[in-house]
């Protein structure tokens, strides 16, 4: 029956192919016009849809979580995160204000928030010090009490080292409550040397005022910034990005003044993936391009075939993409690939014609009858590989996927477009110009075989010759390769796919591996402040939970003992700001006068025996001071050299002194009075109350990550976030995948039963396949090359063209089995080895790739196909050989 049913279908494309070639001038014009027709509609109709979330399933109920929680905190969902370092904390805090204050007037943005800025938190910062740490900080500032004062009536820099020579003098007399002048020697150091390299330096009178040095956390500032967001675009929030980079360049944030400022966020992450990958995705295509058409011509040996099947391959590619316009209208991130995978799949329809075609002219048939035979030969193949690949796509559908879901009905309408192209458009295109069967045909005479010819003759020979070896091979190799499966890894880490070399992935590596503050942390919301409360001293027992936050926690604690720190601190710190910005400068001379002074008193300091630290800052100081005075006499210009070292030495002091005064005036603070824009990130719309779940484990360790979620869910299973997201997406994919892939192997198992009414054909197509398989999957962990959430359109690829590969090479067996009984030395193994040729080459170059993401992918695709190849091309032949020799 199944041989009566190819035989029908075989004349049925026969005669079609019949008609083609005698209408192909009408074919060809009309496949013009709706191809001209099917591109504007595309242009005109085809958007993006750049939402890594909605490629998901909303019905999920950790989207309906997330999408709940950015209904309630829209600042919070997919924020910029700008990350200031400055040389001290003064600049950072300066130059977060200022960048703050200059960004609100960017129209592409909708919020910017500076966590801890702000004039709330001038006031009250030191509130949220410990007792301790305030009681140490008035006794330092109770020691550096005469500076400050003395600096109100000469906030110069001769005003400054008159006092710091006072002080020198002070300590040589040994006094045990002298200030110790070591970290301000060095310091003062620090500005001298700069000065005489030309170098830009800041004194952090933050670290002198409280009496400790600042830490690289300390010197840190942030900014949160909800941009204005298009997700109708390849580049959501480029405008955004690109407008804060410009305030960035026009305040001169670069590092170059001591500030440097740096963004990230998963939006930032994307801009800058995505114009990397626009970039080598470019040049990959230019050499994929060029190594297809070479392999092309290799396989069909004429111009003229290559040239019809490529057109024929454009036209289809403009009609899918109709399709993808008309039935969905618009592409994600992942069907967006829909083209690469058509393509790869695509070009295998048109090689099996072609070379068949040219196989038949070869035998001297005149052009019609050659297309009518290779019709009827390959036509019942090709259709029954495009009903097989596209039950592979559209097995994707159903599943929670929806990224890949829509790729599957895409692609999979792509095969029964590519079948219908390459059975008319194909032929009717080889018609307008038949070469006369004399050109084509086989020569007459016989030659002797080149030595090589004969030795791949005999290498094509051997798995038909040893078909028991290479079934104890098969099987040794698929009974290793078990052995590593459970070792197969998806690695659900998005930021490992970017360029690491990416501004925004290095900063947001260094925050997991280093910050105080992970962008990775977890959300949940309660029902009030005083469940918040309750919860958060539950998470925080989590051995995985560095800290739980909530508003509550915005509220300082011994209020009371610490007002009257304060209150203390400002009666005896009256000196103010103001008294230096009046004074009288002094002349250029005194300048130079006080700092000869200054280092000849420094050097009275050698005979401080039991204090060494201070006697080697002082010589460093001396020093530096003396160098200074010799590069500023030798330049000719000391004003300028003076006024230079003035503003690194006391440019930031009169802030300072502002922000201290000011933070001595704090008040009583109460959830009441906290600032609105801090509560309206911690209270929802409906009034829910959030809690802030930070790690306590570098998260960019997937054990720790999946720990973390995990033991969050167990005291808080509404809890969401970033990092919850990721857990979620992992189990919904693979999940997803499992599914697909599961009923689309039983649907065309059944299918290939159904037709072939034999499981020892379908075996023929499905164990090959299988042992593929299991090899890529195992060669993944043995070279480390996890699946992740940018390669698994490899999954359904290399599903179709083992599939293909399979039934192209069975349907050959069971119709036109040759002679010789070697499979290999058919076309259909040459055209099968030229198709898988074809997709490891558009594939290949993405390996080379410094995106791991794009690496990744062409990497385990290149894998995969050669697999493919190898089970079809040895197992398969073996497979049969030992069949027929039964």
């Not at 004062?149 to 008159?162: H, I, N, T």
Request: with cysteine; aromatic share 6%; net charge negative.
């Amino acid at each position: 029956m199944i041989h009566r049913l190819e035989n029908t279908l075989g004349q049925i494309l026969g005669r079609w192919l019949d008609l083609v070639s005698r209408r192909a001038r009408w074919i060809v014009a009309a496949a013009l016009l709706i191809s001209v027709a099917a591109l504007h509609y595309t242009v005109n109709n085809l958007g993006i849809d750049s939402d890594v979330a909605a490629m998901l399933s909303e019905d999920l109920p950790f989207r309906a979580l997330r999408n709940d929680f950015h209904r309630q905190f829209p600042p919070l969902a997919d924020p910029i995160l700008l990350v200031l370092d400055g040389a001290t904390p003064g600049l950072a805090q300066d130059a977060a204000e200022a960048l703050a204050e200059r960004l609100r007037k960017e129209p592409s943005l909708t919020s910017v928030f500076v966590p801890g800025g702000g004039p709330f938190f001038e006031q009250h910062g030191l509130l949220y010090l410990p007792p301790e740490e305030l009681d140490e900080l008035s006794d330092h500032l109770t020691q550096v009490q005469p500076y400050l004062a003395e600096l109100s009536r000469d906030g110069s820099l001769r005003g400054y080292v008159r006092i710091l020579g006072e002080a020198v003098e002070h300590a040589a007399t040994r006094n045990d409550d002298a200030l110790d002048l070591a970290p301000v020697f060095d310091h003062l150091s620090e500005a001298f040397e700069a000065a005489v390299a030309g170098e830009h330096h800041r004194l952090s009178w933050t670290d002198l005022i409280l009496g400790e040095e600042s830490t690289a956390d300390d010197r840190r500032r942030f900014i949160m910034v909800e941009p204005q967001i298009d997700y109708d675009t390849y580049q959501p929030a480029g405008p955004a990005i690109e407008a804060i980079a410009g305030v960035i360049d026009e305040l001169g944030l670069d590092g170059s003044d001591g500030v440097r400022v740096r963004m990230t966020g998963y939006l930032v992450l994307s801009y800058e993936e995505m114009q990397l990958v626009a970039g080598q995705a470019r040049m990959a295509g230019v050499a994929s391009f060029l190594l297809v058409s070479a392999i092309l011509f290799f396989a069909m040996r004429s111009a003229r075939l290559v040239l019809a099947a490529v057109a024929t391959l454009l036209v289809g590619l403009i009609l899918t993409a109709a399709f993808a316009a008309a039935a969905i209208g618009h592409l994600n991130l992942i069907s967006v690939a829909f083209a690469v995978l058509f393509i790869g799949l695509s070009v295998d329809f048109g090689i099996h014609f072609c070379i068949r075609y040219r196989e038949m002219a070869r035998e001297g048939l005149e052009h019609a009858r050659a297309l009518r035979d290779a019709g009827y030969v390959v036509g019942s193949s090709l259709v029954l590989c495009a009903a097989t690949t596209a039950i592979g796509f559209y097995a994707f559908i159903p599943t929670d996927y929806k990224g890949v879901a829509e790729l599957g009905l895409i692609s999979g309408t792509g095969m029964i477009i590519s079948l219908i192209t390459n059975l008319t458009l194909l032929p009717a295109l080889l018609s307008l110009s038949p070469p006369p069967a004399a050109v084509v045909a086989a020569p007459t005479g016989a030659s002797a075989a080149p030595g090589w010819v004969s030795a791949a003759g005999r290498i094509r020979a051997l798995p038909v010759r040893y078909p028991r070896v290479v079934w104890a091979v098969a099987m040794l190799a698929a009974v290793s390769a078990a052995v590593v499966l459970p070792d197969v890894r998806f690695d659900r880490d998005p930021v490992k796919l970017r360029d690491p070399s990416a501004e925004s992935v290095q900063v947001f590596r260094e925050l997991l591996e280093r910050g105080s503050v992970s962008p990775w942390s977890a959300h949940v919301l309660t029902a009030s402040i005083e469940e918040a409360a309750h919860l958060s001293r539950q998470l925080e027992a989590l051995e995985t939970v560095e800290r739980a936050l909530t508003l509550q926690d915005f509220v300082p604690t011994d209020q009371a003992v610490k007002l009257e720190i304060l209150e203390d601190i400002s009666f005896f710190l009256q000196p103010t700001a103001e008294a230096i910005d009046k004074m009288t400068p002094p002349s250029v001379p005194e300048q130079m006068a006080a700092l000869e002074a200054f280092a000849a008193r420094l050097d009275g300091l050698e005979h401080a025996a039991d204090q060494p630290g201070l006697r080697s800052a002082a010589g460093r100081l001396r020093v530096a001071v003396l160098r200074f005075l010799d590069s500023a006499r030798a330049a000719g210009s000391p004003a300028a050299a003076l006024a230079s070292v003035e503003d690194s030495v006391l440019g930031t002091l009169p802030g300072r002194l502002r922000i201290l005064f000011e933070a001595l005036r704090a008040e009583q603070v109460t959830l009441e009075n906290l600032p609105a824009d801090l509560k309206s990130r911690m209270i929802a719309r409906d009034g829910r109350v959030r809690i802030e779940v930070f790690p306590k484990e570098d998260l960019s360790d997937g054990d720790a990550l999946e720990a973390f979620v995990l033991d969050v869910q167990t005291v808080a299973p509404n809890a969401i976030g970033n990092v919850v997201v990721m857990i979620e997406s992992e189990r919904a994919v693979v999940r997803s995948l499992r599914q697909a892939l599961t009923t689309a192997v039983l649907i065309i198992t059944i299918l290939l039963l159904f037709l072939w009414r034999t499981i020892i054909d379908t075996l023929l197509v499905m164990v090959p396949l299988g042992l593929a398989a299991i090899l890529t999957a195992a060669t993944s962990v043995l070279l480390d090359i996890p699946f992740n959430f940018a390669d698994v359109i490899v999954i359904p690829l290399l599903l179709g063209m083992g599939v293909d590969s399979g039934i192209h090479l069975v349907h050959r067996y069971r119709t036109a089995a040759p002679t010789h009984g070697n499979l290999l030395r058919t076309t259909t193994a040459r055209a099968v080895t030229f198709s898988a040729l074809t997709t490891m080459a558009s594939f290949g170059t993405l390996g080379f790739s410094s995106h791991p993401g794009m690496a990744s992918l062409g990497q385990l695709l290149t894998i995969g196909i050669a697999f493919v190849l190898l089970c079809n091309l040895i197992v398969l032949p073996a497979l049969v050989a030992g069949y027929r020799g039964r």
